[in-house]
């Protein structure tokens, strides 16, 4: 007798009456580690379900883009995982942007195959940002008095109670250089001649619109998830759309969940470049 799991194989992945289907992960959001934004943690595996469906249907991946960036650890975990499952498959992965893919967001898009936005999307913004707030003067002012002991000269490196020295800010620098220079390197790697002639306006850190990141080489064309699978799939083609899956916990809605969701939509508000019709 043929057990349940031989049967599975053996029927196909698609009866012959049922529409054409093309896997998208939707990834929306701030880029961290921490819960609820975008993260290797939470995508790897939507996206080697994304490949696999791919894989065994029209051999197209979407990765729909909407995010200002975030950190550059997990865009580029992101990003490498991306381009080992699509080496390992064979799948044409496709990016697309849409309100924005700016920074992070577009680091990740960078691991496509192809990258489309629309004429009006946020595209750019290939430049690393860091920095704080220092308040020695206002504990000065109110008589406060702090007492810290370390082991190490450097332990207290960046230490907001402290007047801010020299020493701190020329390493502060030469760190941010170094990841800026990690991600020119990838946008080069895998943008290629494309962005020839106009890498000093787009590694400035600057942001622009997609009309203008097509002409200079950031992106290959226009386009949206809808009409892109109905362009390459087929007229009746429709996505499915694959993302983490859901943990419904009402305590942790309460607690948890909530203040990440609060603290991303807020990140994700102050990284938004404030472009408004």
């Not at 012959?16 to 790897?44: C, H, Q, Y």
């Not at 450097?154 to 620098?173: A, C, M």
């Not at 983490?244 to 948890?256: A, G, Y």
């Amino acid at each position: 007798m043929m057990d349940l799991t031989t049967l599975r194989k053996k029927l196909p992945t698609r009866m012959p009456w049922s529409p054409k289907t093309v896997p998208v992960i939707r990834m929306t959001g701030v880029i961290a580690a921490r819960e609820g934004a975008i993260n290797l943690d939470r995508f790897a595996g939507p996206l080697t379900r994304g490949f696999d469906a791919a894989k065994a249907g029209e051999n197209l991946l979407i990765l729909a883009i909407e995010s200002p960036g975030g950190s550059p650890v997990q865009s580029d975990l992101i990003g490498q995982f991306i381009r080992r499952k699509a080496v390992e498959t064979g799948v044409r992965v496709v990016a697309i942007i849409g309100d924005v893919g700016a920074s992070g967001g577009y680091w990740i898009a960078c691991a496509a195959d192809e990258i489309l936005a629309n004429k009006m999307s946020i595209v750019g913004s290939i430049g690393v940002i860091g920095g704080g707030f220092g308040v020695h003067q206002l504990i000065r002012r109110y008589g406060i008095e702090r007492r810290v002991v370390t082991a190490g000269e450097n332990k207290l490196r960046n230490d907001p109670f402290s007047p801010e020295r020299e020493e701190d800010t020329v390493f502060n620098r030469a760190l941010l250089d170094d990841i800026h220079g990690a991600f020119k390197s990838w946008v080069r790697s895998r943008r290629g001649s494309a962005i020839e002639g106009h890498e000093d306006v787009i590694f400035d850190g600057s942001y622009m619109l997609g009309d203008t990141a097509k002409a200079r080489g950031l992106i290959d064309g226009f386009g949206d998830v809808r009409g892109v699978i109905n362009e390459r799939a087929g007229e009746t083609a429709k996505p499915e759309f694959i993302g983490p899956k859901k943990k419904f916990s009402l305590i942790r809605l309460l607690s948890r969940s909530t203040g990440a969701a609060i603290l991303n939509a807020m990140e994700a508000e102050a990284m938004r470049p404030r472009i408004r019709s």
